[in-house]
């Protein structure tokens, strides 16, 4: 009986290790497609209106492990960038504050998780939140 149980204990471990994994990997995809938005300005200076998909391979076995939808960027706020006067204040810079969200998802074990990430962009003189 001591035998039995100690190897249900042990399969209950390796679950809960695999399902730890599962949602690391689901952030890791996830925070793939966060930076792939991050790393161009476009979708901050236009008007983005429907979330893309996108496949992504976690692990690198030539399949894709999970299927990561990322909405548009939304701007949160947006104030004239510190260091200017009052008067100056229509022609300075504007500090923006935007909000990026992706939902990774893995059909085979049911894994999900959501990851929302904040980013401040200085923009150039007259640009203002697009959403």
């Known amino acids: 009986m001591f ?3 100690g190897v249900n204990t042990g399969i209950v471990n390796l679950r809960t ?3 730890q994994q599962m949602v690391l990997e689901a952030e890791f995809a996830a925070q793939q497609q966060v930076e792939q938005v991050l790393n161009s300005v476009a979708p901050f200076e236009t008007v983005a209106v429907s979330a893309t998909t996108a496949n992504v391979d976690a692990n ?3 399949y894709n492990d999970f299927t990561v939808v990322t909405q548009p960027p939304k701007c949160l706020n947006t104030v004239p960038a510190p260091g ?3 008067a100056f204040s229509e022609s ?4 923006t504050v935007w909000e990026v969200v992706a939902a ?8 999900s998780v959501a990851l929302r ?5 200085r923009m150039k003189v007259g640009s ?3 959403n």
């Open 3 to 5: 035998a039995i149980s």
């Open 17 to 19: 290790a695999n399902n």
């Open 60 to 62: 690198g076995d030539g």
């Open 84 to 86: 200017y006067s009052y």
């Open 92 to 95: 300075a810079p504007r500090d």
């Open 104 to 111: 990774a998802s893995d059909s085979v074990f049911g894994t």
């Open 117 to 121: 990430q904040g980013v401040k962009i």
């Open 128 to 130: 203002v939140c697009v």
